[in-house]
């Protein structure tokens, strides 16, 4: 992770890439957790996941739009 607001830990990172019918699916797997005593991975899920969510799946449209010309869904 380059940057957080809240102390983090960002671990095992990785992009598997399978081939289907329609062209290749991506799946980008991460674990991240906010460094919060007992509250961590609660807050990680309710507070800290959403947004990490939406800005992986943006990149991952940005490059299948620039790659295609054309984004899924």
């Not at 607001?5 to 991460?30: A, C, M, N, P, Y």
Request: hydrophobic content about 40%; proline content about 5%; overall charge positive.
């Amino acid at each position: 992770m380059y940057r957080s607001i809240l102390q983090s830990r960002h671990e095992k990172g990785r992009v598997e890439f399978s081939v289907t019918d329609t062209g290749t699916r991506v799946r980008w797997i991460t674990t991240v957790q906010l460094a919060i005593p007992f509250a961590g991975p609660v807050v990680t899920r309710r507070v800290a996941r959403p947004p990490l969510v939406y800005g992986f799946d943006r990149v991952l449209r940005t490059v299948a739009h620039d790659l295609t010309g054309a984004a899924d869904g």
